[in-house]
């Protein structure tokens, strides 16, 4: 047991007025998403201590969103550790090029299948990255700008197999020991997170059903974030009935286990615009319907620190891995 776990009241003012005394920041730190509605829903952005989950259906963009958020932090000064079950190294570079591009060149910025070509293409007369992409709209200083912050984006190749709580655990204090700085966290994503049993018990865990499993994920994602007091952000599929088209998805989809609902700070969840909006929309002004296939409509269905049961709408330029902010 921790020695500073318990404390007094005193210790909490005294430790509180120490800090501002000395010109520092009381409370909770936040970590801006650079999404500016969303920030201001969430009273400035992402806070230390809370987990955040992300929702949706597969295809809707929970790790264009996620990505993005940690662009916008790193771009921003902030330091992020991304892990990532599902996605290479490499395939989450050329995104960030793309985003970025967009970022510089606007909707006539490089696309993912030039930029895959110009990786792709032997005997070029520049062998460099930023060479390669002389020729197209905003790729070279995207990755000049890239290069920039690079040394604030931590990628980690994660295993549904091997990386558990404890090892994120253990990824995080190892940067905060090199750099000094402590990394927002993004779990890209929660099902795949490994589920590690005692030592006592190596059998357990291949006995666990996929609710108890998930639970002993989400409850210590959330303990992670108190203890080293950093957010989470953790995207998380839904189950079959959150798959349904021209259906919803909720919170009460997400697969797994009700606990993850209870344990999260932030509950984001994403749907296409089109099967959001009432059906007599859809059906008396077809014109305008079509347009919803281009948003999502992001929801704040749960929020600790503030409001909630708002949904907030932003543009797919899914063409440049990206979301108009």
């Not at 090892?167 to 929660?190: C, K, Q």
Request: proline residues 2%; glycine residues 8%; without cysteine.
């Amino acid at each position: 047991m921790r020695a500073d776990r318990l404390k007094t009241l005193h210790a909490v003012l005294d430790e509180t007025n120490a800090q501002l005394n000395m010109d520092g920041e009381a409370g909770a730190k936040v970590w801006p998403s650079g999404f500016g509605s969303l920030d201001k829903v969430l009273d400035g952005g992402f806070r230390s201590g809370e987990l955040v989950l992300v929702g949706a259906r597969p295809g809707l963009g929970k790790t264009t969103f996620a990505l993005q958020v940690a662009r916008n932090l790193v771009a921003s000064g902030h330091s992020v550790v991304y892990f990532t079950f599902e996605h290479d190294n490499h395939s989450l570079l050329e995104r960030l090029i793309i985003m970025e591009a967009a970022e510089i060149a606007g909707s006539f910025a490089v696309q993912l299948p030039a930029v895959r070509q110009a990786f792709n293409t032997r005997r070029s007369s520049d062998r460099m990255m930023a060479g390669r992409l002389a020729g197209t709209e905003g790729g070279a200083e995207a990755v000049q700008a890239l290069e920039s912050y690079s040394e604030r984006l931590h990628l980690h190749r994660s295993s549904g197999a091997e990386t558990s709580v404890e090892i994120m655990t253990g990824v995080v204090e190892s940067i905060l020991e090199d750099t000094g700085e402590t990394p927002f966290l993004v779990v890209d994503y929660l099902q795949k997170v490994h589920a590690a049993a005692p030592v006592t018990d190596r059998r357990r865990t291949a006995r666990l059903s996929e609710e108890d499993r998930i639970t002993e994920v989400v409850e210590g994602l959330k303990d992670m974030a108190l203890e080293l007091m950093v957010p989470v952000l953790a995207l998380v599929a839904v189950d079959k009935g959150g798959l349904a088209a021209a259906t919803r998805t909720r919170v009460q989809d997400l697969r797994g286990s009700s606990a993850l609902a209870h344990e999260a700070d932030v509950v984001l969840i994403l749907n296409n615009k089109f099967d959001v909006v009432a059906r007599h929309h859809l059906m008396y002004n077809t014109g305008n319907a079509e347009q919803f296939h281009h948003w999502v409509v992001m929801s704040i269905e749960k929020n600790r620190s503030g409001a909630d049961s708002v949904d907030l709408e932003f543009r797919k330029r899914f063409e440049h891995s990206r979301f108009d902010t």
